[in-house]
């Protein structure tokens, strides 16, 4: 089992900034990667932001430039920086982390709670 414990949303004006967070806990050194999600009312959860165990990073097209996901290892939390915020970027944001199983030949998907981002014009 993977605990996911978010934190960091709130109400921001367009052209503000936020930080999320996401604290991990439980079996977590067999995670692989772990990111951000979003969905916003009526839409599809999309990808916003991951980051694999080897560092590498990869960001939905509608927030490169804007938002920047970094690790914490010794606290076993993610970040991810959130500037220039625009009114379409409002929507309930969710930590997601991969975890492995199987010796590496399954993954099992755990999920935050999620935290309400809301960008006013």
């Known amino acids: 089992q993977v605990q996911l414990v978010e934190s960091g949303g709130g109400l921001v004006q367009a052209g503000g900034s936020l930080r999320l967070s996401c604290a991990a806990s439980?079996?977590?050194?067999?995670?692989?990667?772990m990111g951000w999600y979003r969905q916003a009312p009526g839409k599809q959860r999309e990808l916003v932001a991951a980051?694999?165990?080897?560092?590498?990073?990869n960001y939905a097209d509608s927030v490169k430039g804007r938002f920047t996901i970094s690790r914490d290892n010794a606290k076993n939390t993610v970040y991810l920086q959130m500037n220039s915020l625009k009114p379409e970027d409002t929507a309930v944001y969710y930590c997601n982390a991969v975890r492995s199983v199987s010796l590496g030949l399954a993954t099992i998907d755990y999920w935050g709670q999620g935290t309400q981002v809301t960008v006013s014009s």
């Open positions: 980051i694999t165990s080897g560092g590498s990073t």
């Open positions: 439980g079996s977590i050194f067999s995670i692989n990667a």
